[in-house]
Structure formats: C-alpha cells, structure tokens
C-alpha cells in the first residue's frame, strides 16, 4: 500500500505553530513521492480569514503547478461565537471561569472556545463567494472543540457526532479530519491540569457502536472520504491498541463503501515521510489498498 497524496498540510501562514513554507511543502512532497498535494490551513471561524488570504497570494505566486491544491480545514464552529467574532465582541474569550479556574486566551484566534450556550446550533464560517474568490478546491472538515459541552464522556462524545454529522450534511465538505480524534482531553480536566495522565484513551471504546455506524453511512451517501491522520495513526501521541481499534472501525467503515483519503496533518518541519510511512505499514497490515483512497471530486480531473 502506498500512499500518492497528502492532502492535509498546514503552512507557515496557519493560524497556529505551523511553519512550512509552501516551497518546502512542495518539494518534501515531490521527494516523499507524492502525486497530489494540498494545503489546508486552519479555519476555525472569518477570525482566521487573512491568514487564508496570505496563504492564497503566496499559493498564486509559485504559478501554476500540477497537482499542487489549495484546500482549507475548516472547524465546526457554533453560530454563537461566530456572531460575536463578527461583532468583534471578544471580551468573553479572554477570561472565562472554567470549573473554579480562570481559563485565558490571549485572541479568538482559536474561536471562542468557552462561555456559550451547550447544544447550540452549529456553523461553518465560509460562504460559497468566499471559497470561489479564494480559489478553494477541497474542504476538510475538523471537530477542534466542543459546542460549549460538559468536560465528560458521554456528553462530549455526543457532541462530537453531533458536529461530525453536521459537517458530513454540509454539501461542501469533502473529507472528515481526523475522526473523533481530540475527545481524549476534552472528556476529561486534562486542560485545567495539564497533566498527561488525565488523558483519557479509554473514552474512545466508549463511543457508541450506533455512532460508528451512522458516521460511516454518512460518509458513504454523502460521498466524503475519511481522512487517515498521520498524526494519528502513526502514533505520535496515541497507544498502539487505539490505533488497532480504530483501524477495526475503518475496515467497518469500508465495507459500507466509505473511501479514504490520507493527510500527515504537518505542523513543523521536516517533512520526512515518517508519519506517512508508518501509516502505509498499518493500512497494508489491515489490508487496505490504493483502490480504497480516493481525490475530493473537484481534483480528479485538475
Ligand atoms: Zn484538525
Ligand atoms: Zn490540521
């Protein structure tokens, strides 16, 4: 099994830590082999906007190259915090009161994060002029946080399918990032602690069989393909077991007619191809082939 595309790559424009330039994203990938590459940096809400803006001008500027793509991440976001970004009204993200704890961010740079109300509804904060005017040719979809949610696992694992189906009804989403991935701190007081041993990898077998079946039907009617993470799969940071769990849910997944589609989720330099290597090992191990990857429908024929 070898992987032809990385998809899912954050540049130095990326609203967090990343710091590739597109011309090193581009040639790492041509040396990893890759056919199609694409960046995909981080929109969380319009805050975030400029940094696409920037991203696009430096894109244009290399002139055209084949199989090079403009993408973007996109996070679920909730129409709340949305609003009040469109508001510049920020106050409420500087400090919020987390169970007792003074949460503090310097900018909504991130969305606004606490303090909205629980369940509300949720937004993804693009419109079509803004991907036409930007040149955007693939959407990945990313649950980043929870819609104002209890910092438990059940009530967080509800809201992230909630937010996962929201993204896979929305007709301009292409790929699903990193499924589920995340839920093992934001189940638990890992950000009031900091402390590695509050993560918790079990919620992960928590997450009801229904809800694996839904995503996976989704993903299959809908015509999205689930995004192998290299950052996931080639256990940077979770246990092998996790892993193996959740290949066994992908090849569930796959017999319902779900394609895939891999991103590394590059953050730093290098580029190396470990992530991507690691995660040929497992999908060979599990059987998966080139025949089970596909390209967002707006690349096939670029
Ligand atoms: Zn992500
Ligand atoms: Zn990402």
């Not at 590459?37 to 430096?58: C, Q, V, W, Y």
């Not at 005017?133 to 990313?142: N, T």
């Not at 918790?200 to 069989?209: L, S």
């Not at 393909?225 to 849910?249: D, R, S, T």
Request: glycine share 8%.
């Amino acid at each position: 099994m070898k992987i032809s595309s990385d998809l899912h790559l954050h540049t130095h424009c990326s609203c967090d830590s990343a710091n590739a330039t597109l011309p090193y994203i581009l040639e790492s990938g041509r040396k990893l082999g890759l056919k199609h590459i694409g960046i995909s940096d981080h929109l969380h809400t319009a805050f975030n906007m400029p940094d696409i803006e920037i991203a696009r001008k430096e894109f244009l500027e290399m002139g055209k190259i084949p199989n090079f793509h403009f993408g973007l991440e996109i996070t679920c976001a909730t129409r709340w915090e949305c609003e009040k970004i469109a508001k510049r009204d920020f106050a409420s993200c500087f400090t919020y009161n987390l169970k007792g704890h003074p949460f503090q961010t310097m900018t909504p740079i991130d969305g606004i994060m606490f303090g909205g109300p629980a369940g509300g509804p949720l937004y993804l904060d693009i419109t079509q002029e803004d991907i036409d005017r930007l040149g955007i040719e693939y959407i990945i979809g990313g649950v980043h946080k929870p819609n104002y949610t209890e910092m438990a696992p059940k009530p967080m694992i509800d809201d992230f399918f909630n937010q996962t189906c929201f993204m896979l009804n929305t007709p301009f989403i292409d790929i699903l990032a990193h499924p589920w991935d995340g839920l093992e701190f934001w189940s638990t007081d890992y950000l009031i602690t900091k402390k590695t041993a509050d993560i918790n990898f079990d919620v992960y077998y928590m997450i009801p069989q229904e809800y694996w079946d839904e995503v996976g039907h989704l993903l299959a009617v809908n015509h999205k393909l689930a995004e192998f993470n290299g950052g996931f799969y080639a256990m940077v940071k979770h246990p092998e077991k996790v892993v193996h769990f959740f290949m066994e849910k992908m090849c569930e997944w796959r017999e319902k007619g779900v394609k895939f589609s891999y991103g590394s989720d590059l953050h730093s330099e290098p580029m190396d191809g470990f992530k991507m290597s690691k995660t040929e090992k497992i999908l060979t191990e599990y059987g998966f082939t080139e025949d089970d990857f596909a390209l967002p429908p707006r690349l096939k024929n670029s």
